[in-house]
């Protein structure tokens, strides 16, 4: 006889992914991200609608997971060095943002004469922010290390370490607990456990991973993996300290060692999946009628929440002296209500607190608000950066301008010959070291206060600013720089930095670093002399180590490189080191004073002879070669005609380049750098 075990769930799980699964390949079809898909997968399987699921502490429990597992990766993906390198962005942008948000909320509900304890747990409500879609979006965007998304995570670590302290104050604020003292308890605690987990970091964590990678058993490490989150996460929740929290901080322990990257890939497909279901459970709680029946309450809520939070997160950014156009996109992009709002929201409801004090209108009110933010914030990332650069051409842009202008008092003018570099992230310090070993003069301009003030303590020249504006290139001394290399993360500013360099200064020879093949063209279009695309070398990398694998001769390599390079990126030409020698060619002490200039359509020197440009006489600057298509002239005389096009090889000064340089610039100041 069979017996049959039966699972009185199992419909509902299948329910749950069946329609998920439908409405995200909708999204898909449509360019809606997935996570809308989830958010309206759960609103149509919820119990206020089709009702297929009924068991809501199941798919809460699932979601619980998913949300660790979310905060595990984060933490990962996250060390200890970027923490303290944000930590003036953790503490100072986020503590500001959430406190004056609490307290602008208390003082709007108190003027409807909500009681102040239910205005402070409704503040708390409003401050928070969706770490799991803002993080989602910016990783799946690749701007995780642009200003914006430092700038955001910075303030959602502050967020999702202030849940803490907001849970904990649930009883106090409903009146269930009058000493505060278990606050500064559970907090004390809080503390202890992390001191805990940074010498597990350093010390135990890494060793135990290395002795388990040893073994080369796949499952072996996925399962070690899986009891550093959830045994971290277990301890922080007997501790009453959050779960969240805990599994933050045991992603963190793993992100110092050496497996960090693998033990992401071991466990990426595990939080796909259980973060679909807490989207979908956020989903099943929304009640659709209620939606249909009080339309323009909810978007006048939803509407002054949005503004509420943009100006209090923009102001926030500014503090830290962030110019408007990065602090007004990082408060757009964090100007919605987060998913850890939903846990709050359910542990004041256990404790007879509801929004506002409205009861199950309230707490109806507050679900159908956070889903249309969420539901929204793909939009607002969309906006962001225009909602930034639109701001920046009003009085506004003034604000974030003191760093900068301490920026010249602090720059030596006697800079000539040198390098601007422009980023200071991974590949600037990289670049930056080499510079330094090699006695090469140079500039960093970077937006980042505290990288900044670091190299600053270093000795580093550094300037603290927006480099797509002009007076930032000027402090950086533009006019005599001999090469500008750009190696910031941000595809919407680089072009036009690039163009406003070659702008003023026609005789600077300007690489990038961009992370795809496809945005090189447009990048040499704007004027960048060399592209160098992450993407491609990654691949160039890879196909010469597999030739070098078989004995193949390294000039056998070069040819096959060449070729690869000709037929599939064309854009691209030379040796696979050539974009990189290119920072240090020509700038030792026999050619610090070449320089290459394009001759522009529109300029003065377009259809001038050299003799009627008086170069040698009047600069004391000579013409060694004129490039022009696949014909070169070597020493032109003085009756030789310069076209559009031609590419100038040229020795002089630094101060007599930037005299000339009039001679090589456009007449009319491109539409675009006007602003500048």
Known sequence: MLFAVTLPFLNEIVALFLVSVLIAYICYKIKLVPIAGFLIAGVIIGPNALALVQDIELVDMLAEIGIILLLFTIGIEFSLEKLARIRN??????GLQVIITIASVVGILLLFQVDYKIAI????????SSTAIILGLLSEQSKTDTPVGRLSLAVLIFQDLAIIAMVLLVPILSGQSDSIADVFWVLGKAIALIAVVVFSARKIVPWILEKVAQTRRQELFLLTVMAICFGTAALTNLAEVSLALGAFLAGLVVSESHYSEHALSEILPLKTIFNAVFFVSVGMLLDLQFVIDNPLLLLSIAFGILALKFLISSASILVLGYPIRVAAATGL???????FSFVLERAGRVAGLTPGGFGEVGSQTFIAVSVLLMLLTPLMLKLSPNVGELLSKTPLKKFGEKLEESAEELQSTDLEDHVILIGYGPAGRNLANVLIESGIPFVVIEMNPESVNEMREQGINAIYGDASRTPILEHAVIYKAKLCVVVINDPRVTPRIIKLANYLNPTIQVIARTRYMSEVEPLKQAGAHQVVPAEMETTVRLYSNVLKSYMISDEEIEQHIRDLRKEDYQIMRGSIQEAHLMVLQGLDDEGL?????IVREGSYAAGKSLGELMLRNRYQITVLTVHRGENHFGNPAGEFTLKPGDR???????DRFAEAGEIFREKDVPEDLKRA
């Open 333 to 339: 992009v964090l100007a919605q209500i987060g998913e």
């Open 593 to 597: 004073h070449t320089r290459a200039v």
């Open 89 to 94: 962005a953790i503490l100072v942008g986020g």
């Open 648 to 654: 100038l090889i040229m020795v002089g000064l630094a």
């Open 121 to 128: 747990y409704t503040g708390c409500l409003v401050a928070l």
